[in-house]
């Protein structure tokens, strides 16, 4: 199995966009966006099998497969940034 646990934290801190530093990404919601084969592939993993230990660590929601907010489930609430 390639999955070593549910979340997945991007440890890299020289990707090109702000927005796509320290973001933890669930992968069972993985979208194309996310570009998890990227940062699997860059060795730019941590995994965590809670959101709040990835929280403590200073990881914030990837909004494509978290979302931006953690209150409720909306879902259809979405910040454009580029
Ligand atoms: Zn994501």
């Given at each position: 199995m390639?999955?070593?646990a549910r979340y997945c934290a991007n440890t890299s801190q020289s990707l090109k966009k702000a927005s796509d530093k320290r973001k933890v990404h669930d992968l069972e919601n993985e979208k194309t966006q996310c570009q998890i084969d990227k940062?699997?592939?860059a060795g730019h993993t941590k995994w965590?099998?809670?959101l709040s230990e990835a929280y403590r660590d200073?990881?914030?929601?990837?909004?494509?497969c978290l979302g931006v907010a953690m209150s409720?489930?909306?879902?259809?609430?979405?910040g454009v940034t580029s």
């Open positions: 390639l999955k070593e940062i699997r592939g965590y099998d809670s200073g990881y914030a929601n990837c909004h494509w409720g489930r909306r879902g259809g609430r979405r």
